[in-house]
């Protein structure tokens, strides 16, 4: 048992391979995850069948619609009775060479920044009270090192991981001292969406990494796991989990 051992943590885009690392990271941890998927729901529920212990659960939970995640918070309530972390995983992108601006129509444009940026709000907003109620609450967005060095998969992406920051901050400021909140920043991460892009861009990215490698999904779901366990002071906090890929 731990000290997270219990707590509920609401996971959004659950199912992919970051937040997938941080469901079991938090599981391992004693903690109940309710994993949300948008389109990925078999996915998610055989994720939560191999969780470790604890009672956990599959739930859609589209960041990008209102009404459901609503919806999803009132089952997540009926199901544990609380809402202790709230992790803001669940993002969109899609690559676009920066300098190559009319491929970067508006309709990619907004679905990033619906997903990357309005999303994270509106879960948030409806989960606030839920993590205030025991004056210990917790959020954790996932940013990326792109949002403070504008290179990315698109510029659009670029700009909605700096507003994630940005955002959190602001939340940090608003929200305390009943909510903490945090960005926990990436720079590239083994996925499999990673492993499938072209290897020889991926290994140049592995070499301008002072630390030589990318990162495993394990490495950032320990630091999203951290920010709950160890740095119980921090909030408002950029925490970059990059390699120092930034240094070169």
């Known amino acids: 048992m731990t000290a997270l051992a219990g707590k509920v943590v609401v996971i959004t885009g659950a199912a992919g391979g970051l937040g997938s690392a941080i469901s079991h990271a938090f599981a391992r941890e004693g903690c109940h995850i309710a994993a949300g998927y948008h389109r990925s729901g078999e996915a998610a529920q055989a994720l939560v069948a191999k969780l470790a212990g604890g009672k956990h659960m599959a739930v ?8 459901a995640i609503s919806v999803a918070r009132e089952k997540i309530a009926a199901q544990f009775g609380r809402c202790d972390i709230l992790v803001n995983c669940a993002g969109t992108t899609r690559f676009v060479a920066h300098a190559d601006l009319d491929a970067l129509d508006d309709a990619l444009i907004d679905q990033i920044l619906t997903t990357n940026v309005r999303g994270a709000i509106a879960c948030v ?6 993590l205030a109620a025991h ?3 917790l959020i954790v967005n996932i940013s990326s090192i792109a949002a403070a060095t504008g290179m990315g998969s698109n510029i659009a992406y670029c700009a909605s991981k700096a507003a994630l920051d940005n955002l959190t901050k602001s939340l940090a400021r608003a929200l305390a001292p009943d909510i903490r909140v945090v960005s926990v920043s990436p720079g590239l991460v083994d996925t499999e969406f990673v492993r499938g892009l072209d290897p020889e861009w991926r290994n140049e990215q592995a070499r301008q990494t002072p630390l030589g490698r990318l990162a495993a999904p394990d490495e950032i779901a320990g630091a999203v796991v951290a920010t709950a366990s160890h740095l119980t002071f921090t909030t408002g906090s950029i925490i970059s989990v990059d390699g120092g890929r930034p240094l070169r």
């Not at 907003?125 to 839920?130: L, S, Y």
């Open 60 to 67: 859609a939970l589209p960041v990008t619609d209102t009404k």
């Open 125 to 130: 907003r409806a989960f606030r009270e839920m």
């Open 135 to 137: 004056r210990d609450g």
